[in-house]
């Protein structure tokens, strides 16, 4: 898990020249990469209506990283429909996930 910068993108109150930060971070040839918004994070839903948080988010991937790369999208968004239930959805949900090719490995 690598920690993103923090900072607001599009809001009236976020400054207008936004600056990303740079990590350098060692992968394996086969690693895969994940990236959420924090609406993935604070979708409420559960029982109690809780944010899905960081730790369920993580569970869903390890168990999505198990299937099929043609099953993963339909997976996740099957989990996340499932804990929003009738709740409704109050941010955008954006989660991308990627596995570079490093090293020309085709």
């Known amino acids: ?9 599009g809001y009236l109150s976020a400054p207008r ?7 350098r971070i060692g992968t394996a040839s086969a690693a895969t990469f994940y990236l959420a918004s924090d609406g993935v994070l604070d979708l409420s839903g559960g029982e109690r209506g809780f944010g899905f948080g960081r730790a369920r988010l993580l569970r869903t991937i390890e168990a999505a990283h198990r299937r099929r790369d043609e099953e993963r999208e339909a997976f996740i968004v099957s989990v996340l429909d499932e804990y929003a239930g009738n709740n409704r959805q109050r941010d955008d949900l954006t989660l991308v996930g990627f596995s570079p090719r490093i090293g020309g490995n085709e």
């Open 1 to 9: 898990e690598v920690p993103g910068s923090r900072g607001g993108v």
């Open 17 to 23: 020249a936004v600056e990303a930060g740079e990590r």
